[in-house]
């Protein structure tokens, strides 16, 4: 195998216009894998990197790009085929084989230690007694200064949001001096201007020879950044070719294997009528949330605008009970909601959560478990001895409403894609009796399909009497789906509009705090 190079030294062997490349970086030659169960996940795949580039996968979820990527990374083995790094045929056995070969995969959901800091993080892999070596923080200030995004060195992982995780995530990769950067979704959980950072982190990495495979269903932000796609759908390369290529019509085709709309704002409709379903009065948490007072009415999508940090989330927590500091009033149908999750619950509220890993799902359990969680009274017998018959029923005609693919009720959550698993999260409230639906990025790392597929569950659950509140980083999909919206900054509702009567371009001004709102436009 050829040596590899250091961290920041210029790839001679980047593609340039003109020049044929006779080795890439990377080739992966008619990749299968069949699990246990009969699933053929990758059916012969090919794939081609070249040091210097920025290379993109995209595919509907189960299309088999996260099969690829653990394959790629070591995680699991393939089936068939071979994969052929810097001109050597190699097989690795586990992550750390080809971590150390120069190959870093950075998923959704970033694995990082929680109770370790920043640093500790950063130069977790490093060898020997890496928690305070000298020169540590020094080569941590370059790394920062490399992405352009200032974070602190000392803070504990734990107390990060998901988006501060994922620049955690790509230092982690800088400090191993990887060769080829994986990104699995990368900006699924970031605000506009941190993912304005990670494009400019990669354009200037890529200058120093540092190849990714960029992995993302934001269809804009592939053909910006890519210079190759590579499209999987069914487990099969249906489109290799320069981005140049594509737009994203083609894409979106090239994706789904047919045209589809894209998720379209509706005309305006009145405002429902009739008494609010949801009423939250001075809702306020210590240093997170000022006292907020807002009501949905059945039948209405309440959209929260918002950067990341502005409290949107937060106030999301604070209205379900998961917020112990929260003080204030939270009224279902009328009647007040005690001030914990279980109250929610039993009041008739639902929370979609942003992490559906680690607290909307049971991972290791099958769908049929996961659909019945909050409804098991109804389930069982005399509501106190859960009947699996009545839960396999219910997982059953769940798979085949929303469309969930999977074998059956029996599967495992975490052998589905992304946005079949946020189907299961759905139908985990859906089925039940909830009458208020909360939504904190219902749509995060899910392809365009299953996207379309997610908000038409939200619209037929208010048009069945239900009050939604949904919380969105896509700006043009929360104007497509709510009937009104909220601006959140710093912890404070600071405008109130019609989804008919506003844009994304006013929306981001308010949410940056660029331009003053009000809270008069939609009473």
């Known amino acids: ?238 489109a290799d070719e320069p981005a140049a290529a594509f737009d994203e019509d083609r894409l979106t085709r090239a994706i789904v294997g047919k045209d589809l709309l894209e998720v379209e704002r509706r005309e305006a409709a009145p405002a429902p009528a009739g008494p609010p379903l949801l009423e939250v009065q001075g809702l306020a948490s210590p240093g997170r949330l000022a006292p907020i007072s807002l009501h949905v009415r059945a039948g209405e999508i309440l959209g929260l605008a918002g950067l990341l940090g502005s409290g949107r989330s937060e106030l999301l927590h604070a209205i379900f009970g998961a917020d112990p500091r929260a003080v204030g009033t939270v009224r279902v149908g009328g009647h007040e909601v005690g001030r914990s999750t279980a109250a929610a619950v039993a009041a008739g509220m639902a929370m979609v959560p942003e992490d559906r890993a680690r607290q909307g799902l049971l991972m290791e359990s099958e769908i049929w478990r996961n659909t019945s969680l909050s409804d098991l009274p109804a389930l069982s017998a005399r509501r106190a001895l859960p009947r699996r018959e009545l839960e396999l029923d219910r997982a059953r005609h769940a798979i085949a409403a929303l469309g969930i693919r999977a074998p059956g009720p029996e599967t495992l959550v975490r052998d589905l894609s992304g946005g079949n698993a946020q189907k299961v999260v759905f139908a985990k409230w859906i089925f039940g009796s909830a009458r208020v639906l909360l939504l904190d990025e219902p749509t995060a790392g899910i392809d365009v399909g299953a996207k379309a597929d997610i908000v038409n569950l939200v619209r037929d659950f208010a048009q069945r009497g239900g009050a939604v509140i949904v919380v969105s980083s896509e700006l043009d999909e929360l104007l497509a789906v709510a009937t009104r919206l909220l601006v959140v900054h710093r912890g404070r509702v600071i405008a109130e509009r019609r989804a008919a009567d506003t844009d994304e371009h006013e929306l981001l001004m308010l949410a940056s705090g660029l331009q003053e709102g009000s809270t008069t436009h939609a009473n």
Do not use: C
Request: glycine letters at 12%; aromatic letters at 6%; hydrophobic letters at 45%.
């Open 1 to 238: 195998m050829r040596p590899r190079r250091s961290p920041g030294a210029t790839s001679t062997s980047a593609p340039r216009s003109g020049e044929e490349v006779t080795e890439p970086l990377l080739r992966m030659e008619g990749v299968q894998k069949v699990f246990p169960n009969g699933t053929v996940a990758l059916a012969g795949v090919d794939l081609v990197v070249h040091a210097g580039s920025v290379h993109g996968l995209v595919g509907a979820n189960g299309a088999g790009k996260s099969t690829l990527i653990k394959i790629l990374a070591g995680a699991i083995g393939a089936t068939a085929g071979r994969i052929v790094w810097n001109g050597e045929e190699v097989a690795w056995a586990a992550p750390g084989a080809a971590r150390d070969a120069g190959l870093a995969t950075i998923y959704q959901h970033v694995p990082l230690a929680p109770t370790l800091s920043v640093l500790e993080n950063v130069f977790l892999a490093s060898r020997g007694p890496w928690r305070r070596p000298r020169g540590m923080r020094e080569r941590f200030d370059e790394l920062v200064g490399r992405l352009g995004y200032a974070i602190d060195a000392d803070v504990q992982v734990a107390s990060l949001s998901l988006g501060q995780r994922q620049m955690v995530g790509i230092l982690q990769a800088l400090a191993a001096g990887a060769d080829l950067v994986v990104m699995d979704e990368p900006t699924a959980s970031l605000a506009q201007g941190e993912r304005t950072l990670v494009f400019g982190a990669i354009r200037r990495l890529r200058g120093e020879g540092t190849a990714f495979l960029y992995v993302s269903h934001f269809l804009d932000e592939v053909l910006e950044l890519t210079e190759h796609i590579t499209v999987l759908r069914d487990g099969r390369v249906v």
